[in-house]
């Protein structure tokens, strides 16, 4: 049996923010797991694995674009499907 629905595998470094180089809408389609540190993270908006670090959007504070701040957490990268 042929699996129609293969998913493409996870790249290095990807954004959730469509105007981000590093976005790639047909990962998006299949849910996506991030741990940081052996702990999974809900809230991450960027991650890169090689260079072990993530980006969370602070709770409140804005650029003056309106986007929310990025704080980077560093540590050990781990990306999946779910």
């Known amino acids: 049996?042929?699996?129609?629905?293969?998913?493409?595998?996870?790249?290095?470094?990807?954004?959730?923010?469509?105007?981000?180089?590093?976005?790639v809408e047909e990962i998006f389609q299949f849910e996506i797991g991030i741990k940081v540190n052996g702990k999974e993270r809900f809230d991450v908006e960027e991650y890169c694995i090689s260079e072990g670090w993530v980006k969370v959007p602070t709770h409140k504070a804005l650029d003056?674009?309106?986007?929310?701040?990025?704080?980077?957490?560093?540590g050990t990268v781990e990306a999946f499907y779910k």
Do not use: E, F, V, Y
Not at 11 to 17: F, I, K, Q, T, Y
């Open 1 to 23: 049996m042929t699996d129609t629905t293969a998913k493409p595998t996870l790249p290095d470094r990807l954004s959730g923010n469509p105007r981000s180089p590093h976005h």
């Open 64 to 74: 003056r674009r309106g986007q929310p701040l990025m704080m980077t957490i560093k």
